[in-house]
């Protein structure tokens, strides 16, 4: 297990600690600062297929890997938006994130592009048809806009969200859209004709201020330059 912190409040930053035969991977550009003896190498991260996958799930085809020489290392990974890293300590197991959720793992890890397989869930979603997934064992740092709240879900029980609300779930968790009731409430009511319906069991995380519907908030009070 890697040794980390997570620092800066609501401007996180994950300062990690590998020590000696230790790798962190991580996309394009995603290290902030690292010790003199972190050696780099950039590659495909498990050939083209791998690549491609990554792009469609809205990360670069290339990924970066980290290792210590010489003796334990220090490297920093911060946060590309205001919100929460949240640490995944993955046991041979899954978990599926929002695109561009990916921050940095362990070597060893598998990043991969996950397809929703209801047509209505990718248009309709806020989501979109592809996510990410992350599989395997060892840790993964995932980028969570606004403030993090874990939910467990029972077989069968479901939780709504409005649209781009959902950061992450388990890969035994499934979701789907749900059309709001109602001619007035979608007309007038505001939040829009769907919601996203996630089913347990597992775990769901969900995130208080999607990128996307902070752009819409503050879009009006954008004055473009001359």
């Known amino acids: 297990m890697i040794k980390y912190s997570i620092e800066g409040g609501d401007l996180p930053v994950v300062i990690c600690y590998p020590q000696a035969g230790q790798t962190l991977c991580t996309e394009r550009g995603a290290m902030s600062w690292m010790s003199p003896n972190m050696q780099m190498s950039t590659n495909t991260g498990g050939g083209f297929a791998k690549a491609m996958g990554r792009m469609f ?3 670069s085809i290339f ?11 220090m490297i920093a990974f911060a946060s590309s938006f205001p919100g929460s890293i949240i640490p995944f300590e993955l046991n041979n197991e899954s978990i599926i994130v929002q695109k561009r959720a990916f921050l940095a793992m362990e070597k060893g890890l598998d990043l991969s592009v996950f397809f929703q397989k209801k047509f209505g ?9 592809t996510m990410q997934k992350i599989s395997g064992t060892g840790t993964a740092f995932v980028e969570i806009d606004g403030c993090c709240k874990e939910y467990e879900l029972r077989e069968g029980e479901t939780l709504i969200l409005d ?32 919601n996203t319906v996630v089913r347990g069991p597992g775990k769901v995380w969900v995130q208080s201020m999607p990128i996307m519907t902070t752009a819409q908030a503050i879009a009006p009070y954008i004055v473009t330059g001359k």
Do not use: R, W
């Open 121 to 129: 869930a990718g248009l309709f979603g806020g989501e979109g048809f």
């Open 163 to 194: 649209t781009g609300y959902l950061a992450a779930m388990s890969a035994t968790c499934t979701m789907e859209v749900q059309t709001v009731k109602g001619v007035k409430n979608m007309l007038f009511g505001g939040e829009g004709l769907f």
């Open 63 to 73: 990924v970066n890997e980290y290792t210590p020489s010489g003796g334990d290392g």
């Open 57 to 59: 799930s809205g990360d």
